[in-house]
C-alpha cells in the first residue's frame, strides 16, 4: 500500500522561470528543479557520475547537462545518454504558482523507463 506525498514547497514558478533552473534543499537533500517546455523536473542535485551539482549545469534541448563530464540527463526520468547509472528524480506538483517537491526519490512506472 502507497502513502500518500509528503509535498514540501520549495520555490514559485516564478522564481524558475528567471533560469529555468533552481537549487532547492529539501531536509538534507539538495534537489535541483528544471523548467522544461513548461514542466517542472526535480533531480537529485548531485550527479551520480562525477558528483558535481546539477543546478550548475545547463538546459540543451530539453536535457539536464552535467558540469562535469557532459553527461546528459533527461529531466523527466533521470536517464543519462549511453551510461547505465540513473538519476534520481522526485515527484512534483505546481498548484498556484507554487512548487511542491515530494522527498522520497520516486520509482520508474515501466512506461516511463522505455
Known amino acids: 500500500m502507497s502513502t500518500p506525498a509528503e509535498w514540501v514547497e520549495v520555490a514559485s514558478l516564478r522564481e524558475l522561470e528567471r533560469r529555468n533552473r533552481k537549487l532547492v534543499t529539501v531536509g538534507a537533500e539538495p534537489i535541483a528543479l528544471f523548467l522544461v ?25 530539453g536535457r539536464v547537462i552535467c558540469p562535469g563530464h557532459q553527461w546528459s540527463f533527461d529531466p523527466r526520468t533521470g536517464e543519462a545518454d ?17 512548487v511542491y517537491v515530494d522527498p522520497r526519490p520516486r520509482a520508474l512506472t515501466p512506461e516511463e523507463s522505455r
Open 37 to 61: 517546455d513548461g514542466e517542472v523536473y526535480a533531480l537529485a542535485d548531485t550527479c551520480v557520475h562525477k558528483r558535481r551539482s546539477l543546478s550548475k549545469g545547463t538546459l540543451l534541448h
Open 82 to 98: 549511453g551510461q547505465d547509472r540513473c538519476q534520481p528524480v522526485h515527484a512534483v506538483r505546481v498548484d498556484d504558482g507554487v
